[in-house]
């Protein structure tokens, strides 16, 4: 066997001392010559205190460890940051491209033959991707896995979709003090992601439909004993892609593998923000995402998994009816089941293999589909040149075809600040506007475009309204909102020449979002506009990297020094 160890030798100018002195330094630990003479499995070590999605990480480590070591590799466990979506200030997002870098360069720095990432709330999964296509060596994915749902006086509840609804009823004043702190201790019952279609949900899906982890990786819970059997599995396969030197990232990921994902991103109800991870994964291959193509497939993909926001189940359900293979057997002809997966079977084979669930109602089938379009639709309009993103499945189908009164708000802190002012003029039938939230305005995109339906409203009973903005919006809200307007206003996208007062027109059926001025008037506008100044934090260190060469929406958000140039898949 050869030893993992030899890989990356620090320079001394004499590869012999090299590899001597790495030896003597290593062996500290009590290895033998035996264990350190194997090919050696890098497993990516991301649990945190402040990171109760990841809570069962060290259980999963434990387990991946044994299945390297029953397949005669050599595991060895390294630390990289850890992203929890409520501890990380100012986002989540705005640490993801961070991740994805430290996550790469220790993958590149440390002597390993395939490397096990562990991953799964939002941000970190698309963060180790991204690491693992950049690094390009022979990668496993081990998502941590969803809660078990929660149960609140014989209601199932679910992190965070039933957060936010059940907020929104408190702020309403249907709930009192007493219940919303008893709601609280419920909403997250067990360690792992959140147990809805969220972010972390979509994520782990469209990483088994890549071929990246193995099948039912994304929907075994996380506390469940399958999920520690399915870490061992892994790591055997990783040692086994150790000692073949592959299927590495740029063998598994083709043209075909970006649109599966695609596929399964419309059919689950995926998150708005699993378009954006999935842009920047593909910027780091040799391949694209192409919007107009995205829509296309929405407009042919059904949504056949019933899951909260869009639909009534949650991921535990999605498993027991199925999983992953049981949908993309579902989607038949609609995915290419001949892409090929780090175990070396087809996702033909993972299909032929999918479990059939009688009675089971998670999964529909194309003939019975939740709705008959994909989740995602992708609109354009002179607010939005280079594109936006609803989420129809999980919007009112009242407001789809919508024209009202800008409200808007400069930023997420005037919008804190006015939204329940009960002075604000503002009715159920306008548009809500906030801008100053994108990728450079906020910065880092906050998840803010689910903005609260101001008190007086809701407490009237209005449920949703249509908003708008540049930000991003957590995979568990449901809601009329329309995201990601690119170019940002902070980079002078026309969302900042928007006025309250301004007719503004949404036309999802068209896919066309519209400001009614006319241009004339928007090149006064535009005129008149000054360029927003950095922030004083980004005078230096990450914040300073992150100003001058975070990208757009359309392109991933990813640092424009981090790609690859590349064709579109098509
Ligand atoms: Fe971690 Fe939702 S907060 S997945
Ligand atoms: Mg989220």
């Known amino acids: 066997m050869t030893s993992g160890l030899r890989k990356g030798l620090t320079s001394y100018g004499d590869a012999g001392f090299s590899l001597f002195l790495r030896k003597a330094f290593i062996k500290a630990m009590g290895y033998s010559d035996d264990a350190l003479e194997r090919p050696i499995v890098g497993i990516t070590n991301t649990y945190s205190d402040y990171n109760p999605c990841h809570g069962n990480v060290p259980q999963i480590i434990e387990a991946a460890k044994r299945g390297v070591m029953l397949s005669g590799a050599m595991p060895f466990v390294f630390p990289t940051i850890s992203i929890a979506e409520s501890f990380a200030h100012p986002t989540s997002m705005y640490l993801r491209n961070l991740m994805a870098m430290d996550t790469e360069e220790m993958i590149r720095a440390q002597p390993m033959d395939s490397v096990i990432v562990i991953g799964g709330c939002d ?13 390009d060596l022979p990668t496993v994915v081990i998502p941590v896995g969803p809660m078990v749902v929660g149960h609140h006086k014989g209601e199932v509840l679910g992190a ?6 059940l907020w929104a009823k408190y702020r309403a004043g249907e709930m009192d003090d007493a219940e919303i702190e008893a709601v609280n201790g419920r909403l997250a019952p067990s360690v792992g992601t959140c147990m809805v279609m969220g972010t972390a949900s979509t994520m782990a899906c469209m990483i088994e439909a890549m071929g990246l982890s193995l099948p039912m990786s994304a929907t075994i819970p996380a506390p469940h004993a399958e999920r520690f059997r399915l870490a061992e599995a892994s790591g055997k396969v990783a040692a086994e892609m150790a000692k073949a030197k592959g299927p590495k990232p740029s063998e598994l990921l083709t043209p075909a593998s970006f649109k599966n994902a695609q596929v399964v991103l419309q059919a689950i109800g995926g998150s708005t923000n699993g378009l954006i991870h999935l842009t920047a994964m593909a910027h780091r291959s040799p391949h694209r995402l192409d919007l107009e ?6 407009r042919e993909v059904p949504v056949l998994v019933d899951l909260k926001p869009s639909g009534e189940h949650y991921m535990e359900h999605f498993h027991h009816a199925g999983g992953v293979p049981k949908l ?6 609609l995915v290419d089941l001949d892409a090929k ?6 996702l033909r084979d993972v299909v032929a293999n999918a479990e059939d669930v009688p009675g089971q109602d998670a999964i529909r089938s194309r003939d019975n589909p939740i709705k008959k379009e994909g989740g995602l639709a992708i609109l354009h309009g002179n607010l939005a040149p280079r594109g936006a993103v609803i989420k129809q499945s999980a919007a009112s189908p009242k407001l789809l075809k919508h024209t009202g009164r800008a409200v808007v708000f400069e930023s997420v802190e005037d919008m804190t600040l006015r939204v329940d002012d009960p002075e604000l003029d503002v009715t159920a039938d306008d548009v809500l506007v906030l801008r100053n939230a994108g990728p450079k305005g906020a910065p880092g995109m906050p998840e803010a475009g689910y903005l609260p339906i101001p008190k007086k409203l809701a407490r009237g009973g209005t449920k949703d309204m249509v908003r708008i903005s540049d930000a991003r919006m957590s995979g568990t809200a449901f809601g009329t909102i329309v995201l990601h307007i690119t170019p940002e206003s902070a980079v002078g996208g026309p969302l900042a020449l928007v006025k309250n007062g301004d007719r503004i027109s949404l036309d999802v059926a068209k896919r066309s979002i519209e400001l009614l001025v006319d241009a004339a008037e928007l090149e006064r506008r535009r005129a008149a506009l000054k360029p927003a100044a950095a922030p004083d934090e980004a005078r230096r260190g990450y914040a300073w990297l992150f100003n001058e060469t975070i990208m ?5 958000c990813d640092f424009d020094f981090m790609q690859r140039t590349g064709k579109k898949t098509e």
């Open 160 to 165: 965070c979709t039933d957060c936010r609804r």
């Open 293 to 298: 193509m995205f829509d296309q497939i929405g």
């Open 341 to 346: 997966t780090i175990s070396g079977q087809t």
């Open 123 to 135: 941000k970190t999964l698309p963060a180790q991707v991204m690491a693992a296509i950049s690094a």
């Open 552 to 556: 757009q929406a359309d392109e991933g």
């Open 328 to 333: 993309l057997a579902q989607l038949g002809d």
